[in-house]
């Protein structure tokens, strides 16, 4: 990962915490992680790199023998890559991203301090930008929205094919 950012991968089956700070995410030997997180503190770089921090999880995840196709691989680096750089645009601190995989579905989580909700705006080919929360809700499984003091956490389910 580039820039200033805290990786860590979770055994959920061990409790176990690897922290990182590099540009492989890899899972320990005995048990895959089923999850990764990672926050970004300056975010110049975060969106290139989250999106590569995510194909990178599910491409270890498919290593391990899980199903995860390419198109899956293609629509949660575009789903992180709008949430991020929502985080980006409008954050002034740090942006997390949490990935968890479980019962054929990716949980994305992206969490920043800017205390406002995302708006979906209604579809119009002719607007320029913000079609980014259009994208999420089209290939995603449900979209929802949690405030917290400060900012918010947005988590996107995908499903897993």
């Known amino acids: 990962m580039r820039g200033d950012s805290t990786a860590s ?3 959920a089956t061990r409790g176990r915490v690897d ?5 492989r995410v890899e899972a320990p030997a005995a048990t895959p992680a089923r999850s990764a997180s990672v926050t970004y ?3 110049d770089d975060a969106i290139g790199s989250a999106r590569d921090f995510t194909a990178a999880f599910l491409r270890a995840r498919a290593g391990d023998g899980t199903a995860v196709g390419q198109r899956t691989v293609e629509n949660a680096r575009l789903v ?3 949430l991020v750089t929502n985080a980006v645009r409008h954050a002034q601190g740090p942006c997390t991203v949490d990935l968890r995989l ?10 920043d301090t800017h205390e406002a909700a995302p708006v979906a705006h209604a ?3 002719g607007r320029v930008g913000k079609h980014g929360l259009e994208i999420v ?3 995603c499984r449900s979209l929802d929205v949690e405030m917290l003091s400060p900012g918010k956490r947005v988590r996107a389910s995908l499903v897993v094919e």
């Open 9 to 11: 991968l979770r055994d």
């Open 19 to 23: 922290e990182r700070d590099t540009d």
């Open 41 to 43: 503190t300056r975010l």
């Open 80 to 82: 992180v890559s709008e």
């Open 102 to 111: 479980a019962d054929g579905l990716l949980e994305i989580v992206v969490s």
């Open 123 to 125: 579809p119009d080919p």
């Open 137 to 139: 809700l089209a290939l």
